[in-house]
């Protein structure tokens, strides 16, 4: 295990996963019962942008750096206030991770449940998490996490699968785990978040997401630059299994809104359905369609 996100943390691929993270948590609220956040890999939660390892890559200037303080974008606008709320005015230095994140736009009553494996990172994690008595941090497999936390007790669930991909197998363990969650609690929402290099390298992915019987399926992603340089991170996707409402119509605004804040030259965005909402057939007694699936 050689990943350590401090080293990428606030950048593009940061940015998009943890505006639609927030938003996804903001639009599940709007019904009042409890909600279980999980996360596989969690990372320690919350950054120094000015400490070390931001300082070595400088990432984060080409993410996070580039964005306002703040915006009337739905998508960017509750996801900026937070992030303004841990810096003084005027200043972009700590910057919260998908933990921290979820820890401040949840309710009293709701939960979070956290997996890292990383000995150090998760004592850091721990450290982080310590004054929120709804946050259990386990230092364990996050591939387990479906068989070890789910069902969860609460109705209602959002899974974050957030691997670093170091290994191959991660894309097809990632399709593993979403499988073993929506088997154990079919209405559970869960978003996968992928590098993208080369496009062309996510066909068998892509593939594998549209035949995971998921009950529907929306996939967001951002390119920064051409995506077809397999030795850089040009952009990221997030593959989302039951996004609640209307998180697709705000990203239809909100990804051409995101693109030109952290285009470099040849980004670009696309949202689409790999597997579509079965539509109820009007007549009585007659049979629904089956889900629709795509994968290009
Ligand atoms: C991309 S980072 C997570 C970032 C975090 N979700 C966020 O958005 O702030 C991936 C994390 O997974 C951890 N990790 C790697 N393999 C793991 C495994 N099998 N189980 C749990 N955590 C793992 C790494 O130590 C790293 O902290």
Known sequence: MNYRHAYHAGNFAD?????????????MQRKE???????????VGLYDLH??????????????????????????????????????????????????????????????????KHPQDFA?????????????????????IGKALLPTEEKRALLLIDPPFEAED???????????AIGRMRQVVVAIWYPIKAEKQLKGFYQALANSGAPKLLRAELWVRPADNAASLNGSGLAI?????????????????LLKLLDQGGGGYRLDWLIEEPV?????????????????
């Open 15 to 27: 940015v998009l996963k943890h505006a639609v993270l927030q938003r996804m948590l903001v639009l």
């Open 33 to 43: 019962a409890p909600i279980a956040y999980l996360d596989s890999h969690a990372g």
């Open 51 to 116: 400490g070390v390892e931001a300082g070595k890559t400088g990432e984060w200037h080409s993410g996070i750096g580039r964005l306002p303080a703040q915006s009337n974008s739905p998508l960017l606008a509750d996801y900026l206030a937070q992030v303004a709320a841990l810096n003084s005015e005027g200043e972009r230095r700590y910057y919260p991770g998908s933990p921290e994140l979820a820890r401040r736009v949840l309710r009293e009553y709701d939960s979070l449940q956290l997996c890292e």
């Open 124 to 144: 850091l994690l721990k450290d982080n998490m310590r004054h929120d008595e709804r946050v259990i941090c386990h230092q364990r497999d996050g591939w387990q």
């Open 170 to 180: 991660e894309f097809s363990q990632a399709v593993n785990t979403l499988q073993e």
């Open 241 to 257: 299994v039951n996004p609640p409402w209307p998180l697709e119509e705000e990203l239809r605004t909100g990804l051409p809104e």
């Open 280 to 296: 109820l057939a009007p007549t009585p007694g007659a049979k629904p369609r089956k889900p629709r699936q795509k994968a290009r």
